[in-house]
């Protein structure tokens, strides 16, 4: 599996068989130049959209004709299943931002959660419903969604091989939202790639839980 990231909450995750997954497109130029990050380009075979805001469910932006997952249960795509759990983009059930999708999937024997905007802390049933998790895609840069803080207490609950930070304040992206480092200060496991791109193999997955932090693409 190859995971790309381009900024936000958007990646590119491809299948040793060649099928693509695009997560979360945001539409350059919304919140009134917020989103920074350049168009993306490539093509999907499938796109998920964990929510209905400008940052996050641009698929007409999208090449190809993928096939566009959302909401909770369960969805098939191109041989993929799709798991949708549902949870909220704010501490207060959905009253501030409203509901928000989480996603947990497959690829070539690796398990991916995206959490897309996920705004308050999981609880132990949570976890439970979710499941075992090789790669967490988790927000953590506060304001919309979970802060450096309750990121680190969802990454504790759900113990992933490998959390990929995503959501968080970039040159790509205005929002007042903490930075990465924030997220990183004090943690004992962490890989900075230099780089937008990443491969994994499933018999090469570290112990949980070590932090990649990849460059935005776009």
Known sequence: ?????YGHASFLITS??????ITDPYEPGAYDGGIAYRPIED????VTVSHDHADHNYVQG????????KGIGDHEAKGIMFKGYGTY???SGGKERGENTMFVFTVDGITVCHAGDLGHVLTDADADALGS???LLLPIGGVYTLDPKE???VMNLLKPKILIPMHYKTPGCGFPIASVDEFLE???????????????EKANLPEPVHIVVLDPAN
């Open 89 to 91: 983009h704010d501490p």
């Open 43 to 46: 093509a999907a075979d499938i």
């Open 62 to 69: 999208i090449k190809g004709d993928p096939v566009v997952v």
């Open 151 to 153: 990121a680190t207490e």
């Open 1 to 5: 599996m190859k995971i790309k990231w």
């Open 133 to 135: 998790i090789d790669i």
């Open 16 to 21: 040793e068989e060649g099928t693509t997954i």
């Open 186 to 200: 004090g943690k004992p496991s962490v890989e900075r790639m230099g780089t937008s791109e990443m491969t994994l």
